[in-house]
């Protein structure tokens, strides 16, 4: 597997595409349109640029055009909920230059910008914006466009936001470094349980792994470990979360050789240890 151009299909020949999520979203992919997402009844990891975290019911986040993304679902019965989330896509081009530019939309326009290190609001400004999402999958015309707007005012005036990608992540799109990169993030994701040296990653990416250092760190803004400890450490606050699975069980099925190496790397990344992370969902 490899990450995949997607080509976002508007039914109506407009420019701004608003549907239910209906697939699992686990697919690594990008696409040079804008992509505003809001997960209403999931929870699991999202991977976009170079950030992995957990995400949670009304979790709402915006991300710039050819920026690769993904989401991995956590499912009860292997299944996921009915219109478990909404995702609209929109053309910058469909807002224009000569728009953006009108003092009016100057904090449109900020946001547009931020969105190059991807932007994730709050559980309460999703909530707001929850009704124009839904209003935009049956509405057409003006109407739609209309509750974009108002999901847009939303986020310009949010207080509470935070970016997803590191300062160091600057996407510049290459399709040998890209394809790279993209077959790398989909070994993590299907093998992190495993042991995976560096030597083993290297050869995913076909390079020797000194260059293959470099090359991750330049791309992701982290090394390869770093990266591997956090996929790891995410999916292990998920099963503290929503199991009752002992914490050695836990540290084993999320790849750390040891009971000290996963209460070292959980502590680093959560700032608190395993158990007490557990006792304080309680």
């Known amino acids: 597997m490899i990450a995949e151009l997607e080509k976002i299909l508007y039914d109506d020949g407009g420019g701004f595409r608003?549907?239910?999520?209906?697939?699992?979203?686990?697919?690594?992919h990008f696409h040079p349109e804008y992509e505003l997402i809001i997960n209403i009844k999931c929870n699991g990891t999202r991977i976009v640029g170079d950030s992995v975290e957990l995400f949670d019911q009304y979790d709402m986040v915006l991300i710039a055009g050819n920026i690769p993304h993904c989401w991995n679902y956590y499912r009860n019965d292997n299944a996921l909920p009915d219109k478990h989330g909404i995702v609209v896509n929109f053309?910058?081009?469909?807002?224009?230059?000569?728009?953006?530019?009108?003092?009016?939309?100057?904090?449109?326009?900020?946001l547009l910008n931020d969105a190059e290190r991807c932007i994730a609001f709050s559980i309460e400004d999703a909530k707001e914006a929850e009704k124009y999402f839904i209003r935009m999958v049956n509405n057409k015309g003006i109407d739609k466009l209309i509750d974009f707007f108002n999901i847009i005012k939303i986020l310009c005036s949010s207080e509470k936001k935070g970016f997803?990608?590191?300062?160091?992540?600057?996407?510049?799109?290459?399709?040998?470094?890209n394809k790279k990169m993209n077959d790398v993030y989909t070994y993590i994701r299907e093998n992190y349980f495993k042991p995976i040296s560096l030597q083993k990653i290297s050869k995913v990416a076909k390079m020797n792994p000194m260059a293959f250092s470099r090359f991750f760190k330049k791309s992701c803004g982290a090394c390869f470990v770093e990266y591997l400890n956090r996929v790891r450490t995410n999916k292990a606050c998920y099963l503290l979360r929503e199991t009752e699975y002992h914490v050695h069980d836990i540290a084993m099925e999320c790849g750390f050789a040891s009971i000290s190496n996963f209460n070292k790397q959980f502590r680093k990344a959560e700032g608190i240890a395993p158990r007490e992370y557990r006792a304080r969902l309680k």
């Open 164 to 177: 997803l990608c590191s300062e160091n992540y600057k996407l510049a799109y290459d399709e040998r470094g």
């Open 91 to 110: 053309k910058l081009s469909s807002l224009g230059e000569t728009l953006l530019s009108q003092h009016e939309l100057h904090s449109l326009k900020e």
């Open 18 to 28: 608003a549907s239910y999520i209906k697939e699992s979203g686990s697919l690594w």
